[in-house]
């Protein structure tokens, strides 16, 4: 019987939930290689995928070439691919990116996965050997998945929102800093034109007389809100009054808006952050096929 096409029903999966989340079970299998597939899913897509590497190897067999030997670490955080003896890793395929796995129903030896590449972002069909294992290897798999799609769903969605409005925030402070900075420079740079302007003007061996009022640069420091002046001008009649400001947006000394986080939209993410994680909601949202079976979108089991 296909355990795979029976997963809906009977979902008693192989090892412990505690196993795959704070650890990794490890597998050792032949390494055929991979290919580039036209689309994530299918069962003919993998198909035409392990002949084709069949062959190859055939042909590397018929040269004295062996065919390599690797480890397999699955986690919730993925299907690792390892040298066996240096443990150098040669790929690491992440749960989300991993669309289809399937064990070879005419050869037992045989399993096989889809996965997108993360650089290229085609879809690679990675094949491997493995005498005893295939099917729990597939198996394995699909309980990883199940496993991260849960942990997504329960605390990842959550941990996600704050980084990226962490994220947003950094980027606003920095925005913030450099308008300042910017703004500071023309004010140096103002007082410094009205200094020499003063110096030309003013006749040679005379001193203007400084209002205890004015600064060192004899203008009136500046008050976000000056309140009206009540003296009359020459003429004595009263100064027009100041337009109110009450319908314009409050700035802070150096003319910048007041950063308001709640008011900070989802474009103000890094992009970097933002693709991140729109991939992975993707991924897990297109859901991994095993044998038929499709395991996204469930329903919380408790037994994991």
Known sequence: ????????????WMHTPEALSKHYIPYNAKFLGSTEVEQPKGTEVVRDAVRKLKFARHIKKSEGQKTPKV????????????????????????LHRISF??????????????????ESNKHLCYVFDSEKCAEEITLTIGQAFDLAYRKFLESGGKDVETRKQIAGLQKRIQELETE??????????LENQL???????????????????????????????????????????????VPSRSAEIKRDLFGA?????????????????????????????????????VFCL???????
């Open 71 to 94: 480890e397999l670490q699955i986690s919730i955080y993925g299907v690792k691919i390892l040298d066996p003896k240096t443990k150098e890793v040669q790929h690491n395929c992440q």
């Open 195 to 241: 200094r020499i302007t003063q110096v030309q003007t003013s006749p040679a061996g005379s001193v203007t007389p400084k209002s205890p009022s004015t600064d060192i640069f004899d203008m009136v420091p500046f008050s976000p809100i000056s309140p009206q002046s009540s003296t009359p001008t020459r003429n004595g009649t009263q100064p027009p009054p």
């Open 298 to 304: 469930d329903p919380l089991d408790s037994r994991c």
């Open 257 to 293: 808006e007041p950063f308001d986080p709640f008011s900070c939209g989802a474009g103000d993410f890094p992009p970097d952050i933002q693709s991140k994680l729109d991939e992975m909601q993707e991924g897990f949202k297109m859901g991994l096929t095993l044998e038929g079976t």
């Open 101 to 118: 796995c399937a064990d070879d129903k005419t050869d037992k030896r045989i399993f096989t996965f889809i996965c997108k590449d993360s």
């Open 1 to 12: 019987m296909n355990r795979a096409f029976s997963r809906k029903k009977d979902k008693t």
């Open 180 to 189: 300042n900075s910017e703004l500071k420079n023309k004010v140096q740079d």
